[in-house]
């Protein structure tokens, strides 16, 4: 059974048949199944990294422009890292941040921000300012997907609330689902949240006056209604403070609108 240092020099071997800058597609399988052989090796991390460093070299020398492949093996040379190795953290670091010309920012980013949370001296790193950037990137997509996500929780809600068979009771138990689902407004905003906790209140109220004749949990929704109307209110108010729009008639009509509203 071949060892590792024999599949190493039949790589080696092999891919040393490719000039720099080689238009010859076949080296892609080589790099390819070398990675995955890496991996898949029964040795320590250290002959793994070595391993790694020898593909990062071949692709840099045969395929100087494929920046996003070095990235993605790169990637996997940081799994192999010695962790406790400042010098070889930073060296990867520095090694996604000069190849990433025509990368995807989440990926060479991932990579940079992975070595800064290693980090022991986060204080000097050198690409706080990427680190930064990708957290605020990567915080705008999961809240994407979050959003998307709850957008079609809150349509299949709605589906149910608008249809004349489904029972009173499991309403409510929807529009409540729905509330929570809206509880996080850092999905939707606070005016947009607000808002729609607003309309499923009111929902309720109609819910419970019409197709219950319960007032008093009429009631109840409708204050809650009337407490989700101020927040948006509130929250639409002070966007257009923070943003230099003229709020002055707005802050009137809020005061105006509150003035005898103690909740």
């Known amino acids: 059974m071949a ?11 092999a891919i040393n048949e ?31 990294a070595e391993a790694f460093d020898r593909v990062l070299w071949e692709i840099s ?15 996997k040379r940081l799994a192999v890292a010695d962790k406790k190795n400042p ?12 190849h990433k010309r025509g990368v995807d920012f989440m990926l060479y980013g991932k990579i940079i921000n992975d070595v800064y949370q290693l980090s022991k001296n ?21 809240n994407k997907l979050g959003r998307e996500q709850r957008e079609e929780d809150l349509r299949r809600i709605d589906f149910d609330l608008d249809d004349p068979m489904y029972d ?35 929902t309720a109220v109609r819910i419970c006056r019409e197709e219950l004749g319960d007032t008093d949990t009429a009631d109840y929704y409708l204050d809650k209604a009337k407490m ?17 729009k003229p709020y002055q008639s707005l802050e009137e009509i809020y005061k105006q609108k509150y003035r005898t509203d103690r909740g």
């Open 3 to 13: 060892t590792f240092d024999d599949l190493s020099n039949k790589f080696n071997d």
């Open 18 to 48: 490719f000039g720099t800058n080689s238009q010859d597609d076949r080296s892609w399988s080589l790099l390819d199944a070398r990675q995955f052989e890496i991996m898949d090796s029964v040795v320590d991390n250290s002959k793994k």
């Open 61 to 75: 020398r045969i395929h100087p422009h494929a920046n996003t492949y070095y990235c993605k093996a790169l990637e």
């Open 87 to 98: 010098d070889d953290m930073e060296r990867i670091a520095k090694d996604a941040y000069v």
């Open 122 to 142: 986060k204080e000097n790193f050198p690409f706080k300012s990427i680190v930064q950037s990708y957290r605020k990137n990567r915080r705008s997509v999961e």
């Open 168 to 202: 009173p009771e499991q309403k409510l138990n929807k529009i409540e689902e729905a509330l929570t689902i809206l509880k996080e407004e850092k999905y939707f905003g606070p005016i947009k949240s607000n808002e729609a906790k607003h309309n499923y209140c009111r």
């Open 228 to 244: 989700f109307k101020k927040r948006a209110d509130k929250a639409s108010l002070e966007w257009a403070k923070k943003h230099g």
